[in-house]
C-alpha cells in the first residue's frame, strides 16, 4: 500500500517565479492537506482540499494556490516567488469521513529561493 | 485561534535515561492530539495519536498522556537511544481550528551515546 508521494523532491526557483508541487495521497484517503515548514518552526498549515475544492485555508496570501483532481491528487502553486517562501513543503492525506483519524504525511518538497 | 506550544525547545541527555517532552495548547475543544518525530531534512513521521477520549497511549518505548482541561499532553520516552535523536512535534485537530493539524514548534531533542 503506498503512502503520501511528493514531487519534486528537491526544487531551487529564483524570486518572482512560479512552482507547482505535487501530492500524491495515501490509498483510499480523499481528503488532502498542505503545509509550510520553516527552518526551525513547526509546520504550518496552508490549506485543504476535498472534493476537488478549498474547504479550509490558513493565513498565506493568494499568491498561494491549489487544485486537487479526481483521482484525489493534489498540486500546490506558488506564484511570483519571494526569499521567504523557502521551506519545506508537506502534503498530508487523510479520509474525510474518520474526522478523528490520523493524517498522514509525505517526504516533502524541500524548495529553495535564490 | 488554537495555539500549541512545546517545551523545552531543544534536550539534550546521556543514554539510558527517561524523559518528558511536554505539550500545552489552549482550546480543549480538540478531537485529538499526534505526536510526530522529525529528522533532520525529512517529512514527518506519526508517532501516537491520542483521541479526545482517551487519556494515554503506548507504543513501545513511548508513552503518550493527554489531559484535556488542562490543555496538556507528554510523550515519555523510556530508556532514550542514540537513535532517538530527533525533532519531536506535537499538533492538535479540531475544536476552533477544524480539521487541520496546529503544530507546536517542536523539541530537538540530542541522545549522547
Known amino acids: 500500500d503506498a503512502g503520501v508521494t511528493q514531487s519534486p523532491t528537491h526544487l531551487i526557483k529564483t524570486r518572482g517565479q512560479q512552482v507547482t508541487l505535487r501530492c500524491s495521497p495515501k490509498?483510499?484517503?480523499?481528503?488532502v492537506s498542505w503545509y509550510q515548514q520553516a527552518l526551525g518552526q513547526g509546520p504550518q498549515f496552508i490549506f485543504q482540499?476535498?472534493?476537488?475544492?478549498?474547504?479550509q485555508r490558513g493565513n498565506f496570501p493568494d499568491r498561494f494556490s491549489g487544485h486537487q483532481f479526481p483521482n484525489y491528487s493534489s498540486e500546490l502553486n506558488v506564484n511570483a516567488l519571494l526569499l521567504g517562501d523557502s521551506a519545506l513543503y508537506l502534503c498530508?492525506?487523510?479520509?474525510?469521513?474518520?474526522?478523528?483519524?490520523?493524517?498522514?504525511f509525505g517526504p516533502g518538497t524541500r524548495l529553495t529561493v535564490t | 485561534k488554537q495555539e500549541v506550544t512545546q517545551i523545552p525547545a531543544a534536550l539534550s541527555v546521556p543514554e539510558g535515561e527517561n524523559l518528558v517532552l511536554n505539550c500545552s495548547f489552549t482550546?480543549?475543544?480538540?478531537?485529538?492530539l499526534q505526536w510526530f518525530r522529525q529528522d533532520p531534512g525529512k517529512g514527518l513521521t506519526s508517532l501516537l495519536l491520542?483521541?479526545?477520549?482517551?487519556r494515554e497511549q503506548t507504543s513501545g518505548r513511548l508513552n503518550a498522556s493527554l489531559d484535556k482541561s488542562s490543555g496538556r499532553s507528554t510523550l515519555y520516552i523510556a530508556a532514550s537511544q542514540p537513535g532517538d535523536s530527533a525533532t519531536y512535534l506535537c499538533?492538535?485537530?479540531?475544536?476552533?481550528?477544524?480539521?487541520?493539524?496546529?503544530f507546536g514548534e517542536g523539541t530537538q531533542l540530542t541522545v549522547n551515546p
Open positions: 499538533a492538535s485537530r479540531g475544536g476552533t481550528s477544524g480539521s487541520r493539524l496546529t
Open positions: 482550546d480543549s475543544a480538540i478531537y485529538n
Open positions: 490509498s483510499g484517503h480523499d481528503t
Open positions: 482540499y476535498y472534493e476537488e475544492e478549498e474547504r
Open positions: 498530508a492525506s487523510s479520509l474525510d469521513m474518520d474526522i478523528k483519524g490520523e493524517q498522514y
Open positions: 491520542i483521541q479526545s477520549s482517551q
